[in-house]
């Protein structure tokens, strides 16, 4: 019988969702181990422990696993949340920036994944809770490569938690609409810009930054990723709060016509 409080680890905790994450986390019972490139410059959180970490270093991943099992005895909980976006057109980022932005989103959740599953694996029990987005499920004219990282992270998601099952593992997906950090700051512009999408890319950008005023609260996505956490029937998808789930819904029932259409008229474009 576990006599300790179980332990949990989120990426990218020194800001917008995953520091709301780390909180509930707290909240809900867990010890929890939250990360930063710069964790001694990450801004204390009660009940949190900061340690750095870098999803796309394949040896920052080894260390940070093997410090937090070495500290804590054992992980219960994964929430891989870090992630970086990107703007523009696909066009418009070259294969190399598009490699570091899957680096990120799709290798550094899979590298997190892959090192915490044997002692997930070896106490027969666990899950890990990847950050998804509604963009996982719809197309994201001009953002074209963060879309696909997300769709990337949904069929990974879906596929390994068939392979996990049987081992007491979920792998299960939290989807967010648009919320309210510094996600859009921090997204990547485009590295290699062609003229001929300016005019397009800034409508995007507006488009984008209208959404962003009526974005939900990380604290949607915190309840979303607690119910996940601590479900005992969880579900394979989560769609954090009102908005995602009505997209979520739509994308499965809005006949395919009807929904390019409304892609098109949301991102003001023409035709
Ligand atoms: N905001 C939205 O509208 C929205 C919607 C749907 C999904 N999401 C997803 O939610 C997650 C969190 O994003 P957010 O909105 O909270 O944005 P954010 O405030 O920019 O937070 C991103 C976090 O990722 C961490 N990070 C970035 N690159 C990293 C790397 N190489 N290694 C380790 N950590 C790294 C950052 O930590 P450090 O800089 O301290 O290392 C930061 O804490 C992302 O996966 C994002 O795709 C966001």
Redesign the pocket.
Known sequence: MQTTPPVALV??????????VALALVDAGFQVVG?????A??EPLAGVTFLD?????DE?VRALVEGVIDRFGRIDLLV??????AAGAGEESSINQTKNVF???VF?TIRMTNAVLPHMRARGGGRVLN??????LIPAPFMAI?AA??HAIEGYSESVDHELREHGVRVLL??????????????LAPDSPLPVYAAQRDVSREVLAT??RH??D?AV?AKAIVAAATDSKPKLRYA?GST?TRVSVLRRVAPPRAFDKQIRKINRLAG
Do not use: C, H, Q, W
């Open positions: 990426t990218g905790a020194s800001s917008g969702i995953g520091r709301a990360t930063s490139r710069n964790a410059n990450a970490l870098d999803v796309a270093s920052s891989n949340n870090a992630g970086v976006g680096d990120v989103n550094g950050v998804s987005s509604v963009l996982g963060y990282t997300k939290i989807e967010p609409a648009y919320t309210s950090t510094g996600f859009e700051a921090n997204s959404a962003m974005a939900d990380p996505v954090a995602a």
